[in-house]
Structure formats: C-alpha cells, structure tokens
C-alpha cells in the first residue's frame, strides 16, 4: 500500500525566466502564490505569460510582481483582463519585510524566476538578485563551456 509521501507530484512550468540566471547572481529564492483573475489563469494555463523584463516590488506593506505579461485570453469576453498590470504576491508578513530590508539595505532586487502550478494553484519563484558586472557574465559562459568540452571527453 502506498503512504501519502510516495505519489510524485507534477509540477509543470508555465514559464521561465532563463535570461535572469545570465544577468544576474540568484542568492536566494522565495515561492509566491499570485493572485489572478479567471481570464489570467487560463491564458497562464495556455502558455500566455512572459517574464521578461519582469520584477518584484514591496509597495506599501506588500510583494507586487511588475511588468509580468499576462497574454489577454483569446476567448475571453469583455470581462478579459490587462495584459500588463501589477498582480500582487502571496507570502507571509515576515517574508515581505525581510524582503524589503535586503532591497532596500544592500541593493538586490527581486527577479521572477518561474511560473509554475504547485498542488493547482498558480506559484511565482522569486529570486533575491545581485546584478552581474560584464566580466562576471563571460567567465560564466567561459566555465560552462570547459564543462561541456569536459563531459565530451568523458564519454
């Protein structure tokens, strides 16, 4: 008989975020619930959403994603919603002001890193970043090709 702990779950990722881990040194990781609409999270579901250019913000108390784009649902009726707007993050309290201390204090930001469904509902990873300088960007390219000229002479 199989016990709770042993069905593994499918988390599928509606998107991701593959430039931010490029432009930016991910110190850490927060998961969010985020607070759609019905149009939003069918077009989510579809693969409608982009986040590029994307970002969090702490505004008055709370975690906002900015700049996230939620693609209007093509069956969707007038009742359809904004592409472009503000969604606001689930996390507890303390995690907001922990947050807005590290971005405020030590010049990180919050970058989303994906999109994703967790037990059906809707979660947004958000990195805790450091911005990378121009010669931290080559030597991470530099280092992940001696690895895969590495792994090619492996086999």
Known sequence: MAGKGSRKEFNPVFAENRRARHDYT??????????????????????????????????????????????????????NHEPKSRRKLLVHAKEVRELRMKTEAKGLTLIPLKVFLRRGRIKVELGVCRGKAQHDKREAIRHRELNRDLRSLAR
């Not at 069918?42 to 409608?48: D, I, L, Y």
Request: include cysteine; aromatic fraction near 10%; proline fraction near 0%.
């Open 26 to 79: 991910v110190l850490d990781t927060v998961e969010c619930g985020v607070v759609l609409t019905g149009t939003e999270v069918k077009s989510v579901r579809s693969g409608g959403v982009s986040l590029a250019g994307a970002y969090g913000a702490v505004l008055g108390g709370e975690l906002w994603l900015m700049g996230a784009d939620i693609a209007a649902y093509k069956f969707g009726n007038r009742f």
